[in-house]
């Protein structure tokens, strides 16, 4: 079946440094979506993207699907504390998410 | 605006005895139901979804089994826990934007 796969598993930055997270899938995916991951918290649906060789912006976030539509990377400009937590990536299929692993965001004051 | 409940938030319970998980959404109808697992420093994993009253369809083979008695209501149940039971269950409602309850960390002794 669909795989979603995602590196890093784990990063840590010092704070003010860029971060980028990976997700990868044999098949091209019909869209991808972004999770964040508070430490003891719930999932929280930052975006989603369709079109091949999207880039969206959220402040300091940029979330890009690849051209091919089988891969996604997010970026993180100038790590701040409040980033820390796990960010997943995923597709939807017929209204089920397929996840990837998450990387999780390590921030050094 | 649309609110989703989880209950308990907490529970320890002995390998062999029940469990019953429960999740409420308050805001919309038929709503699409989920729900998911989460290993520690893990993904989540689906395990069961609905699109309706008494339809439910489970992804993976395992000790569990969901109901959705009423239209807003989904619930995880099991009639012996397994070690392997433990977790963070995540209960969501949606389609391809997905909204997360508050979670239950399950421990199983």
């Known amino acids: 079946g669909q795989q979603v796969m995602q590196i890093p598993q784990y990063q840590h930055v010092q704070e003010g440094e860029d971060f980028t997270t990976y997700c990868n899938s044999s098949t091209t995916l019909s869209n991808i979506q972004w999770y964040k991951q508070r430490p003891g918290g719930h999932p929280v649906f930052l975006i989603q993207l369709v079109k091949s060789g999207e880039v969206k912006k959220q402040k300091r976030l940029t979330f890009q699907f690849g051209e091919a539509k089988k891969n996604s990377s997010l970026h993180i400009t100038a790590t701040q504390t409040t980033d820390v937590g796990t960010y997943f990536c995923?597709?939807?299929?017929?209204?089920?998410?397929?996840f990837g692993q998450g990387t999780t965001l390590q921030v050094k004051p | 605006s649309q609110t989703i409940h989880q209950w308990p938030a907490t529970l320890v319970q002995p390998v062999g005895s029940p469990l019953s998980l429960e999740c409420t959404v308050e805001?919309?109808?038929?709503?699409?139901l989920y729900w998911y697992r989460q290993a520690a420093g893990r993904g989540l994993q689906l395990l069961f979804y609905?699109?309706?009253?008494?339809?439910i369809s489970s992804e993976v083979p395992q000790n569990l089994s969901a109901s959705r008695p009423q239209d807003r209501q989904f619930i995880l149940s099991s009639k012996k826990l397994l070690l392997s039971d433990s977790g963070f269950y995540l209960c969501a409602w949606g389609w391809n934007e997905q909204f997360f309850g508050p979670g239950t960390r399950l421990t199983v002794l």
């Open positions: 805001g919309t109808s038929n709503p699409n």
């Open positions: 995923c597709s939807s299929n017929t209204g089920k998410l397929i």
């Open positions: 609905s699109v309706g009253i008494g339809q």
